[in-house]
């Protein structure tokens, strides 16, 4: 059998591992924010919700509603 250089077989893996990774990043990111626009934008009240700086979201009553773990 033919068998691909040691150097070209580490290309190709790191290559493969990059594009796996960037697809996932981006996709986590596409979450993150469709996630953030929901609990920004309260339907219900029609209220907009602020962001703290330390990631935690309360609404304008000052009711925490959510903490930013990433």
Same mark, same amino acid.
């Given at each position: 059998? !033919? ?5 070209? &077989? ?6 493969? &591992? $990059? ?5 996932? %990043?981006? =996709?986590? +990111?596409?979450?993150?924010l469709?996630? +953030?626009? =929901?609990?920004? $934008? ?5 209220q $907009?919700?602020? !962001?703290?700086? &330390?990631?935690?979201?309360? /609404? +304008? /009553? +000052? %009711? ?7």
């Amino acid at each position: 059998m !033919w068998k691909l250089p040691k150097l070209l &077989n580490l290309t190709i893996g790191l290559v493969k &591992n $990059f594009l796996i990774h960037t697809v996932q %990043k981006m =996709l986590l +990111s596409m979450i993150r924010l469709s996630y +953030s626009l =929901l609990l920004i $934008f309260d339907k219900k009240s029609g209220q $907009f919700k602020k !962001w703290i700086a &330390n990631g935690v979201i309360k /609404d +304008s /009553d +000052s %009711k925490i509603i959510a903490i930013d773990i990433g």
